[in-house]
């Protein structure tokens, strides 16, 4: 999946494929993880986001299913 880089202090780059709803989160420590199931309005509220970091620990983190890669 490409991921296009992020403004963020803690999020490098963000990936996401609409067809499989897959959102992949790549940190600055160079963990990346894997949601499952995260609709596409999500991911835009994601982008859209001023704080990458903040957005993904209130609606993303604890909420979808994920896999680190």
């Known amino acids: 999946m490409n991921r296009v880089h ?3 202090s803690t999020i490098t780059a963000v990936g996401y494929s609409p067809h499989t709803r897959t959102l992949e ?3 600055k420590t160079g963990a990346i993880y894997s949601y499952s199931d ?11 986001a001023p704080s990458k970091g903040n957005y993904h620990a209130i609606h993303i983190r604890g909420i979808y299913d994920y896999r680190k890669l």
Do not use: K, L, N, T
């Open 38 to 48: 995260v609709p596409p309005e999500e991911y835009a509220g994601f982008m859209a």
């Open 6 to 8: 992020v403004h963020s």
């Open 25 to 27: 989160v790549e940190f």
